[in-house]
């Protein structure tokens, strides 16, 4: 069964028009007229989630991750396209929705700012329409889990980003939601407060077969959560599948090495000539390797040098994706260079 | 449906006392900046007649007095809604998303997170203390009836200056920041503190018909004291004004919301 289904979605904003004209007088249009035009944020995209599946959905600042989880959980109306959730048009039918879902704003608070949390809690307890005696249980359950016991009768703003964030978290899953939206739920967070929260989302999604979709800039969080994962650059998916198909397509390894001394450097040259130098200090080398020739790289560099350390790192998701970002902005520039010359 | 918002309000009720409790000193200095504020207009209100002759436009000091009191009546109206004040930051702080998130109608929400009962509950008691000790004071003896019309006219006039104010800072999903047009409409409220039948016909018929600030000062009071020509015909356009209004506030909340941009994030 599938908790989400999207079909060709696409969101645009307004905003003004930026002519690039300084002078006074098409300063003095824009304030007037105040031209304006319609901005993609999100273009054509489609994709389904099951139901009990944990999904990373990936982009960089600006990609339309937020933008998607906001169509995806009734806040936003989408220009074009179909989404749906449980069954529900998000947008259409809000607040019969809205019931089955939960929302955590890594970046907004969800909770009533002066206020204990206790009491945004019981506020929340209400709005869904929960029973006492099943709040009190599960608030019990999350408050050791997520070890927030003693920061219920504080107002949430005096919680460390940390304890906010938890304590959000638990808001957002107090009245047993199918599917909750994480929307970068780690950014700010130390690594402790990290894999606690990541260990907690393991067993709810585990022992409740909850639905998690995850946006962030963390790739770490994603590998460690999800099998899979999308990826949105531009407003456009760019990926859609297995972690482990993205990291089996990637056809360089990382090669990290310390070089005590050159004992034939011809041959060093040669074995340099046959991959990418990220990164050179005096006696430092980070290279990029393709796969198929990565033995043989290693053999010469060893046979041309003394070494003090190697590393020869396999490709984390964070290294393919930074890749895949790169290459296509790469690929946009040369679009864009062409297009400027025949112009 | 109603049992829930019932709810809700009464919770969101608490909150916002709790949440005026935890500045206590700022609520403190509150009541005294109230208190201050009526005495310096009840001050005036006796200067200037004593410059002129009893009265002022058929207004005597116990008259002006009552208005005075009655200023504060419709502010502790207005306190309960004063969250559609916050919209326009809300939306372009992107601040409507922990409400559309949650299964309750978002305007109720808006409106019930930022109600100052504690404000409006210093404006009432300040209120009812100027009130009954002008009554008793100046020997004014209002009717039931007419404390009951002249409320009931208020908080019907209250009501549609709500809607013009709640819809012009709706004007922000689509013209962005207009907190400038919201003051503009604001500044309105001074005439509030005046007799409107001292100002020229068309001012009058704006104070009436457009803005009807008449509604929730004037006219009530006139009622108050018994010396209205047509309660019910004051009650009648305030009323006809509330339905046209509430009309438009519904449609273009419909609009708008499709075209929230959930900023930040």
Known sequence: ?343 | MWRKYSRLLFRFVMISFRDMSEFRIDFFTSILHSLIYQAIFIVFWKSVLSFTAKDLGGWSFPDLVILTAFTLVSNAVMQWFAGLLQLPRKVLKGELDKYLSKPLSPLFALVAEDMNGMASMQAMVSAVLILGSACLYFGVHPTLGGILVSLLLMVVGCVVLLLIQGWISMLTFWWGDVSRLSSLFMLSGEFERYPINLFPLGVRRLLTWVIPIGAISTYPVLVFLGRAESAVRYLGIAAVLALFWAVVFRFSWRKALARYEAFGG
């Open chain 1, 1 to 343: 069964m599938q908790a989400i289904h999207v079909r060709n979605l696409s969101k645009s904003f307004r905003a003004p028009v930026r002519d690039g004209a300084t002078g006074i007088l098409a300063r003095l249009r824009r304030f007037v007229v105040n031209p304006s035009e319609e901005l993609p944020a999100v273009r054509d995209i489609s994709f389904d989630v099951p139901a009990g599946e944990v999904v990373g959905f990936l982009g960089a600042n600006g990609s339309g991750k937020s933008t998607t989880i906001k169509m995806l959980t009734g806040i936003l109306t989408p220009s074009a396209g179909l989404v749906e959730v449980l069954g529900y048009v998000p947008y259409r039918e809000r607040i019969a929705y809205t019931h089955h879902i939960g929302l955590v704003l890594g970046q907004k608070t969800l909770l009533w700012w002066n206020i204990p949390v206790i009491d945004s809690l019981r506020l929340y307890r209400d709005i869904y329409g929960q029973s006492a005696k099943d709040f009190e249980q599960r608030l019990d359950h999350f408050a050791d889990l997520l070890e927030i016991r003693d920061i219920l009768h504080m107002p949430v703003r005096k919680l460390s980003l940390g304890l906010r964030m938890r304590a959000e978290i638990v808001a957002s899953l107090l009245h047993r939601p199918r599917v909750i939206f994480l929307d970068e739920p780690t950014i700010g967070l130390d690594v402790l407060a990290r894999l606690k929260l990541k260990r907690f989302l393991r067993r709810v999604n585990e022992e409740e077969g909850v639905t998690i979709f995850l946006t962030t800039h963390n790739m770490f969080d994603v590998e460690e959560l999800c099998r899979r994962c999308m990826i949105i650059d531009k407003g456009r998916l760019i990926y859609d599948g297995d972690i482990s198909r993205l990291k089996a397509n990637e056809k360089h390894k990382i090669v990290e090495l310390e070089v005590l001394e050159v004992a034939d450097d011809r041959r060093l040259q040669g074995a340099l000539q046959r991959c990418q130098v990220l990164e050179q200090t005096a006696t430092t080398f980070r290279l990029q390797v393709p796969s198929f020739d990565a033995v043989d790289v290693i053999g010469e560099l060893l046979e041309s040098c003394r070494l003090s350390n190697l590393n020869v790192i396999p490709p984390t998701l964070e290294s393919i994706v930074e890749k895949i970002f790169q290459e296509r902005s790469e690929r946009r520039d040369h679009v864009a260079e062409v297009l400027q010359t025949a112009v």
